[in-house]
């Protein structure tokens, strides 16, 4: 929209198309990687709130791809069929999964 309202050429407005979906990809990984290792008191959420409501993010995507086909079996059965019913307990494998498959670091 500011590229419009600023009358920008089409190689500038789509350089700021660029720069805001960057932005936007960006913002929503780190959001995404918050959400499973932030620290509570200074992210201002609960901490494993995706993973509590299944929420397909960059994290599980990735740890699927990368799992061996035991943690991938493992990962699957927790996260999207709910076999563990304690949320506080469902929250921890899966963080204890995707710290051992790696996806914190990718």
């Known amino acids: 929209m500011g590229a419009i309202i600023?009358?920008?050429d089409e190689q500038e407005a789509q350089a700021i198309y660029?720069?805001?979906k960057a932005a936007g990809i960006g913002f929503q990984l780190q959001d995404d990687y918050l959400d499973a290792f932030g620290n509570p008191e200074n992210?201002?959420?609960q901490v494993g709130g995706d993973i509590?409501?299944?929420k397909k993010t960059y994290l599980i995507i990735k740890a699927l791809e990368k799992a061996s086909?035991?943690?991938r079996k493992e990962l699957e059965s927790i996260y999207f069929?709910?076999?563990i019913s304690a949320?506080?307990?469902k929250v921890d494998r899966v963080k204890e999964l995707f710290l051992e498959i790696g996806?914190?670091?990718d």
Do not use: H, T, Y
Request: proline share 0%.
């Open 52 to 54: 509590v409501s299944n």
């Open 103 to 105: 996806v914190d670091r």
């Open 6 to 8: 600023s009358d920008a």
């Open 18 to 20: 660029d720069f805001g």
């Open 43 to 45: 992210f201002g959420k």
């Open 81 to 83: 069929e709910n076999s």
């Open 87 to 89: 949320l506080d307990e």
């Open 69 to 71: 086909a035991v943690q």
